[in-house]
């Protein structure tokens, strides 16, 4: 008998059919790239995929994969993916964020979805900017940000989401740049294979909004150092990063919830059990 | 007849990786395409979707002077020096209200990228095959410089205001 033929995917075989309408020149472009490309690298199959995201411009990205997605309600994608990923251990589950979804009305999920550590992948597309709803300041917004909708600026410190996931128990953290796509494609990649939760924040401009933020390919940098296990000298690190240093930030050794056990051990017959009388 | 002379794998390699080159600027020329039908700039969609053909022409153009029915097994997507491959135009280069001169300005660079990558292998220390086939790939790169530098002169320079729009979607200006 013959064996069976597998056949490597190519990145474009994640690509669904629709075609995204995103803004001409968006980073959530090169984005989509990196995610289908690391697919790829991994010798994943869009069959054993998910992509679950909330609400945005980056959450439109399950629609354009071939993968399972799930499209769910503003702020909530991490819970959905975290009983996904408890209920079905063997599926590779992403999750697709931007900094309003992620960092504000899902930032509380945020913090239990690191402090939980399930086998997930975080990925937020972060431009400092409401883009979808026509440009309102977000959490990461810098506080001198002038526009119509805020004039003279917010005047509120901006939300550091690195810090923040470190804090709350990330087992992986990394920033990557949309002006990069393959450096994207690599650090995802990395993000996924990585045991626990894994935070990537990829700079991807916002070019209707914030259209300075071209600039930022040039502004990026790779990491001066390596990455580390040490949480204590990822903190230092992370607090006094300027925000552009580019690579994996922190990889932390922690178990990751044992999902797979923790359901084996709650079969259906030993719940009935508990409550019969 | 006499039998072709099986290639070396340094020069089987080279070649993929011209063929990946070509590859990945028609997906991208294809990808712009699309994005700017999405937003009704059909002039330039059209352009790009020539530029798309044009560079799968040059693929097809290396699977058959290799003899390869089918697409050979690619390099890693990460492998380049540069964050993508050398003729491949960056996502950020477009804008909603671009013309047809930015397009060839976008094209004009990517083979200039793709040139100074051939010429780069052509002066290095690479076997002689491999060095002859990046000599004339340079040269067939130069000779696309001229010919999109002469689309330029044929093609209205935008002026100053050209990303100006009577009826912006941000309310923050």
Known sequence: MNAPLTVQLQAKDFKSDYKPVWCPGCGDYSVLSAITKALAMLNLRPENVAVVSGIGCSSRIPAYTTCYGFHGVHGRSLPAATGLKVARPDLTVLVASGDGDGYSIGGNHFLHACRRNVDLTYIVMDNHVYGMTKGQPSPTTEPDWCSKLAPGGTGVREFHPLVIALASGANFIARASSGDPNGCADLIAQAVRHPGFSFVEILSPCVTFRPEQRGWKDQVHPAPVAPTDDPARAARRLMTDDGFNIGVLYKGTRAPFAGAAAAAAHAVDDLEKAFQL | ?173
Request: overall charge negative; proline content about 10%.
């Open chain 2, 1 to 173: 007849m006499k039998a072709k002379p099986r290639p070396s794998p340094q020069y089987a390699d080279f070649m993929a990786r011209a063929y990946a080159i070509e590859l990945e600027a028609t997906e991208r020329y294809a990808q712009f395409a699309e994005q700017l039908e999405t937003h009704n700039n059909h002039e330039v969609a059209q352009l790009f979707r020539k530029l798309a053909h044009i560079e799968s022409l040059h693929a097809r153009r290396i699977l058959d002077e290799m003899q390869w029915p089918t697409m050979p097994a690619m390099p890693p997507a990460y492998a380049w020096e540069t964050p993508e491959a050398p003729e491949t135009a960056p996502f950020d280069a477009l804008h909603y209200l671009m013309q047809p001169y930015h397009a060839l300005e976008i094209a004009l660079r990517c083979e200039r990228e793709a040139q100074k990558y051939y010429e780069n292998i052509a002066a290095s220390r690479a076997p002689k095959q491999v060095r002859d086939a990046a000599r004339e790939m340079a040269a067939d790169e130069a000779g696309h410089v001229s010919l999109i530098e002469e689309w330029m002169k044929r093609v209205p320079k935008p002026g100053p205001g050209w990303d100006e729009d009577p009826d912006p979607p941000r309310l923050n200006d």
